[in-house]
């Protein structure tokens, strides 16, 4: 089969709104506001992308988003375009879709940066990249990578921790993310050595990566274009809260006076 090499790319992951398209030649990109305003303006920006390339969406070999972890909001709003632009594609008979670890894009972005804007080569040195991406309520997505023989690597699960948790065990070649400002005060001191970079999930990097993650067969069918939440629980219900003071009066009452 030929290697996928026409692909759109979006992420919605942060308060960035990120598309990308590619032809195999050329690459056209969009950028803007995201968070609740992705939901109004994803579609519209990938509309006039594809127009400007002259290319229909059914000639793409794949759709690749930006999977989490992220905005609730905006991760929801990028399964729900991948999805909806798979199954409508080819004439109903559907498109690929390839789902990919935001924080990935993020350990890419730095990279690109770091290599001067080249893309990535299997006779470049590896290179380890330690990915932070700011969670808010306080926490951070961490996930480290290894960029080794054209390809990059995930060395572990992403976590969910407090600034001042991050342990490095063995340190990366480069930090990169967008926490070194907003937790500049609580990032541990052992990190002020260690190169730094300021990246997002971009769509670009998201096409530099896709052709490797596609032919390795990460591309999956439409219906299995689904979020990647690591933070599970960002709020109580009503019956949850009501619950939470009725115990906590109850304990209260049975404390000795």
Same mark, same amino acid.
Not at 63 to 81: E, N, Q, Y
Not at 119 to 124: E, M, R, V
Not at 166 to 178: E, Q
């Given at each position: 089969?030929? /290697?996928?090499?026409?692909?759109? $790319?979006?992420?919605?992951? &942060?308060?960035?709104?990120?598309?990308?398209?590619?032809?195999?030649?050329?690459?056209? !990109?969009?950028?803007?506001?995201?968070?609740? !305003?992705?939901? &109004?303006?994803?579609?519209?920006?990938?509309?006039?992308?594809?127009?400007?390339?002259?290319?229909?969406?059914?000639?793409?070999?794949? =759709?690749?988003?930006?999977? %989490?972890?992220?905005?609730?909001?905006?991760?929801?709003?990028?399964?729900?375009? @991948?999805?909806?632009?798979?199954?409508?594609?080819?004439? %109903?008979?559907?498109?690929?879709?390839?789902? =990919?670890?935001?924080?990935?894009? +993020?350990?890419?972005?730095?990279?690109?940066?770091?290599?001067?804007?080249?893309?990535?080569?299997?006779?470049?040195?590896?290179?380890?990249?330690?990915? *932070?991406?700011?969670?808010?309520?306080?926490?951070?997505?961490?996930?480290?990578?290894?960029?080794?023989?054209?390809?990059?690597?995930?060395? !572990?699960?992403?976590?969910?921790?407090?600034?001042?948790?991050?342990?490095?065990?063995?340190?990366?070649?480069?930090?990169?993310?967008?926490?070194?400002? +907003?937790?500049?005060?609580?990032?541990?001191?052992?990190?002020?050595?260690?190169?730094?970079?300021?990246?997002?999930?971009?769509?670009?990097?998201?096409?530099?990566?896709?052709?490797?993650? $596609?032919?390795? %067969?990460?591309?999956?069918?439409? @219906?299995?274009?689904?979020? *990647?939440?690591?933070?599970?629980?960002?709020? !109580?219900?009503?019956?949850?809260?009501?619950? #939470? /003071? @009725?115990?906590?009066?109850? $304990?209260? #009452?049975?404390?000795?006076?």
């Amino acid at each position: 089969m030929p /290697k996928p090499v026409k692909f759109l $790319a979006f992420d919605t992951s &942060t308060d960035r709104l990120s598309v990308a398209l590619t032809d195999g030649l050329s690459v056209w !990109q969009h950028s803007g506001p995201g968070g609740a !305003q992705a939901s &109004t303006t994803l579609i519209p920006a990938i509309l006039a992308l594809l127009a400007e390339a002259g290319l229909a969406l059914g000639e793409l070999d794949a =759709i690749a988003f930006g999977r %989490g972890p992220g905005s609730f909001t905006g991760l929801r709003t990028a399964c729900a375009v @991948a999805q909806g632009l798979a199954f409508g594609a080819r004439d %109903g008979a559907g498109m690929p879709v390839l789902p =990919i670890d935001t924080l990935m894009a +993020v350990a890419e972005e730095a990279r690109f940066q770091r290599a001067g804007g080249a893309s990535l080569a299997p006779a470049d040195a590896p290179l380890r990249v330690t990915a *932070l991406l700011d969670a808010r309520m306080d926490e951070m997505y961490v996930q480290h990578y290894e960029f080794r023989s054209g390809v990059c690597m995930p060395l !572990q699960d992403c976590e969910l921790i407090r600034p001042e948790n991050l342990v490095l065990t063995s340190p990366p070649d480069l930090l990169a993310g967008n926490v070194f400002g +907003v937790y500049a005060a609580r990032l541990p001191a052992s990190l002020a050595g260690l190169a730094q970079a300021e990246a997002l999930p971009t769509a670009t990097a998201l096409l530099r990566l896709a052709p490797a993650l $596609a032919a390795a %067969g990460h591309c999956v069918a439409a @219906a299995q274009a689904l979020p *990647l939440y690591v933070r599970d629980k960002v709020a !109580q219900t009503t019956e949850e809260r009501a619950r #939470i /003071k @009725a115990d906590a009066a109850a $304990a209260a #009452i049975a404390q000795p006076s």
